[in-house]
């Protein structure tokens, strides 16, 4: 297994919400982690900043062999717990009142990954099928578009196209997607935030992905890629590469 995760504050604004990392539990597990924040006076910063920190410690505490079952509940009791906390710290705290922060993190093994989604923030995975969407935007133009109320290629146009149904730290209580998919050698996951997906396309993602370039290459060229795009919003990545036994780049 062989993982990285990046973050840039793209070109237009004065600082970065995004937070993330790649994390490994007392088994050497790697769970991978992207938080896009959101709120006013950089309040963004910190309920993604309280999601990754406090997921990461509760992670290294985990010493337990894990199986689907396991990791999706993991997943569901964690992230239930620390949504509690940054809700809490934005009701004591004037200036965070409302934060909140998109989530998508995947524990990843040698033959499994599991992956939670709140929020906008993307799963993408790479094997022999394709390069394919693994996470389901909760947006509202996503919302219409399941409705057959509006088409992807207007939803693209759409003035309300970044308004979010769901983040975590918002309410005291989170609905979250969980899901288990098989995870192979070769495969590849790509987390991000939407600073990349709204301006890189899914045909660009998987040429970069499949270049022979090494993961550090492959994230500074998906970054550049979105800057060059206009760089509107930060840009964060996780890329998660499942490698055969002999290794890999």
């Known amino acids: 297994m062989k993982a990285l995760f990046k973050t840039d504050k793209g070109v237009v604004r004065p600082h970065n919400e995004d937070n993330g ?6 088994h050497g597990i790697c769970l991978a982690i992207v938080a ?3 709120g006013g006076h950089q309040a963004g910063e910190v309920a993604s900043q309280i999601a990754v920190t406090e997921l990461q410690k ?5 010493d337990d062999e894990l199986t689907p ?3 999706e509940k993991w997943f569901f009791e964690n992230v239930a717990l620390v949504n509690k906390e940054i809700f809490n710290h934005s009701e004591q705290n004037q200036e965070y009142y409302g934060m909140g922060t998109t989530l998508v993190a995947a524990i990843c093994t040698s033959t499994f990954a599991t992956i939670v989604n709140i929020g906008d923030s993307r799963c993408y995975l790479l094997n022999d099928s394709g390069f ?11 919302e219409l578009i399941k409705a057959g109320q509006l088409s992807p290629e207007d939803a693209e146009l759409h003035p309300r196209k970044n308004l979010i149904l769901n983040a975590m730290g918002t309410e005291a209580n989170i609905e979250m997607d969980i899901s288990t998919i098989t995870f192979e050698e070769g495969n590849k996951l790509l987390l991000c ?8 396309s899914n045909a660009e993602m998987l040429k970069i992905l499949t270049d022979q370039t090494d993961l550090n290459e492959k994230a500074d060229a998906l970054i550049q890629l979105a800057n060059h795009y206009g760089g509107e919003d930060n840009i964060s990545l996780a890329i998660v590469n499942a490698c055969p036994e002999s290794g890999c780049e």
């Open 193 to 200: 935030s939407d600073g990349l997906s709204n301006k890189v």
């Open 132 to 142: 394919n969407q693994l996470t389901e935007d909760h947006t509202l133009v996503n």
């Open 69 to 71: 079952e396991s990791a």
């Open 36 to 38: 896009d924040g959101m």
């Open 21 to 26: 990392g790649i994390f490994y539990n007392k």
């Open 58 to 62: 509760l992670w290294s505490e985990v």
